[in-house]
């Protein structure tokens, strides 16, 4: 029975240790996600408003362009607004659908992910206690693999919690 109990015992020990890692691996999952979720959002938003900024740099050059022509200073009429707002958001549209616009958000999200600091989605996420004796094992074992494949230029992720 002595036997029997010590292999039930530590198959039973290796299963609650394989549902901690399980558990680990499902918060960093979850947190990986959710950055790049706020990444992508983050990216879009800064695609937006160069495409806004464009569109207000025409609207100013052609109603520059309008006083010139004119000589008077008068702002350009409102009823013009449709004619160079229209073009732009297809434009915009057109971009997204048939051009490159998802590779570009794509990279910006990542480049904001990895590179820029400050971000408050960045750090760390804080782990439950009783996690940490399991969490700190596991991202040892992690950082050593991940060492050993990136070799010299490896960086800590910044998906890892404290």
Do not use: C
């Not at 495409?51 to 004119?70: D, E, K, N, P, Q």
């Not at 000589?71 to 048939?98: C, E, G, H, I, S």
């Not at 992910?113 to 760390?124: Q, T, V, Y």
């Amino acid at each position: 029975m002595g036997l029997v109990n010590s292999i039930f015992s530590r198959v039973e020990e290796k299963q609650k240790e394989a549902a901690v890692k399980n558990i680990l691996f499902q918060l960093k999952l979850e947190k990986k996600k959710r950055d790049y979720m706020i990444a992508t959002k983050m990216a879009t938003t800064r695609d937006r408003v160069k495409w806004m900024t464009a569109f207000y740099l025409v609207m100013g050059g052609v109603s520059f362009g309008r006083m010139i022509h004119l000589r008077k200073f008068t702002p350009l009429p409102l009823n013009v607004v449709p004619f160079v707002l229209v073009p732009f958001l297809v434009a915009y549209q057109f971009d997204f659908a048939y051009g490159s616009k998802a590779n570009r958000i794509d990279r910006e999200a990542r480049v904001i992910l990895n590179e820029e600091e400050g971000h408050w989605f960045n750090e760390p996420m804080e782990i439950p206690v009783r996690l940490k004796p399991h969490y700190l094992e596991l991202f040892e074992e992690n950082v050593e693999v991940e060492k050993k494949i990136g070799g010299e230029k490896f960086k800590m992720p910044n998906h890892w919690a404290k």
